[in-house]
Each structure stands twice: as C-alpha cells, then as structure tokens.
T-cell receptor, first 113, second 115 residues
Framework: QQQVKQSPQSLIVQKGGISIINCAYE??????FPWYQQFPGKGPALLIA?????SEKKEGRFTISFNKSAKQFSLHIMDSQPGDSATYFC????????????FGTGTRLLVSP | NAGVMQNPRHLVRRRGQEARLRCSPM?????VYWYRQLPEEGLKFMVY????????ESGMPKERFSAEFPKEGPSILRIQQVVRGDSAAYFC?????????????FGQGTRLTVV
C-alpha cells in the first residue's frame, strides 16, 4: 500500500514530441504528489508538484494531470527537448513531512534530436 | 550560495570495512534527510535528523547503520562492516523547516561500491 508504481521504465521521444510518464498509488492518505528530475551524476531536483484538490497543474512545458478516483497521476512534457533527457521520479506523501515521500522507480527519458 | 554538499562523491570499500558519508546542508538549513538509491530503483527514505537529534529513523536498517548531525559540522551516515548489498547511491537532502510539504534540496550523492 506504500508503493508508487511508475511506468514506463524507459522512454524515447523525438524532439518536439510529447513525453508522458504515469504513476499509480494505493494509499488514499497520500495528498502531495511531486515529480523530480535527475540528471546523471546529480541529485534529484523538484520539477513540479500537485495536491489532489486540483486535476491539473501546468508550469511551462511541464503538466501534471491528476485523477483522484483512479489514484493515478501523470507528467506530460510538451515540445520535448534533448535537454529534457534525464530520469524522472514521481513521488507521493501523506503530507506529514518530506521524510515520508515514497518514490516511484523512475523513468529514463531520452529525447532524440 | 552553495547547495547541499556531499563527500566523497565516490567511495570504494572492501567487505567488512567502515564507510563514512558526509553531508553539509544548505546554509541556514537545520533539517537533514538521508535516502538510499539502489540500482534501477527509486529513492528510499532512511533517516531524518535535526541538529543533535534523530527525528525519524524508520527507514534505517537495524544493524550496522547509524547517523548523526552534531551541533557543529556535517551530518554523518556511518555504515559499519559493509557488505556487497550496501553498494548504492546515498543522497542527502536538507530543508529550512520540517513543516509538511516543505521543499528539500538534494545533494549530488555519494556512490558507495563495496568490493
């Protein structure tokens, strides 16, 4: 019940295309859903986050879609660029503190020129 | 304004040796978190510390692992008598406060290899 399932494991998208990464959870106590971006040799960096009182949040080319009834959320990267090539992690927490974040297993995105 | 600093970046230890991983939080941050990332897996929470206190160590293995965050100096994650299964990337994060959903910033990690 503490798991966050993430798919796909890897993704190749052409430059200018849309990258879509999906996550699903079971724990209904989760109420904070961030996405992290990690470049090789670097630590994860917060990209965008959503709370379940909204169904969508957009920041630039990055959009989170949230479906509370299905317990699913996804990251959409519009107009994908080679510089977006990285590993993306979804995460979830019950809002009781950073230490309670449960991470997905990651999606390795490659945007081809 | 330096970010979270971890050292060493890479550490190689033989089985049975001790590994000491250091983390200096961002300036002004007094909350530190340690996470472990095994190959092809997501990050798993290990321990949450404030200055001189362990707040939550529910993710720490019961044996061989310990953590501290002294009044002065960096936070230390110590692994005694390392085994091959300890090989992983260890990330430290720091935050300004411990309030819910507070943003924490990760360091670049220490990659531990046990041979």
């Amino acid at each position: 019940q503490q798991q966050v399932k993430q798919s796909p494991q890897s993704l190749i998208v052409q430059k200018g295309g849309i990258s879509i990464i999906n996550c699903a959870y079971e724990n209904t106590a989760f109420d904070y859903f961030p996405w992290y971006q990690q470049f090789p040799g670097k630590g994860p960096a917060l990209l965008i986050a959503i709370r379940p009182d909204v169904s969508e949040k957009k920041e630039g080319r990055f959009t989170i879609s949230f479906n509370k009834s299905a317990k699913q959320f996804s990251l959409h990267i519009m107009d994908s660029q080679p510089g977006d090539s990285a590993t993306y992690f979804c995460a979830a927490s019950p809002g009781t503190g950073f230490q309670k974040l449960v991470f997905g297993t990651g999606t390795r995105l490659l945007v081809s020129p | 304004n330096a970010g979270v600093m971890q050292n060493p970046r890479h550490l190689v230890r033989r089985r049975g040796q001790e590994a000491r991983l250091r983390c200096s939080p961002m300036k002004g941050h007094s909350h530190v978190y340690w996470y472990r990332q095994l190959p092809e897996e997501g990050l798993k929470f290990m321990v949450y510390l404030q200055k001189e206190n362990i707040i939550d160590e529910s993710g720490m293995p019961k044996e061989r692992f310990s953590a501290e965050f002294p009044k002065e100096g960096p936070s230390i994650l110590r692994i005694q008598q390392v085994v091959r299964g300890d090989s992983a990337a260890y990330f430290c994060a720091s935050s300004l406060s411990g309030t819910p959903n507070t943003e924490a910033f990760f360091g670049q990690g220490t990659r531990l290899t046990v041979v």
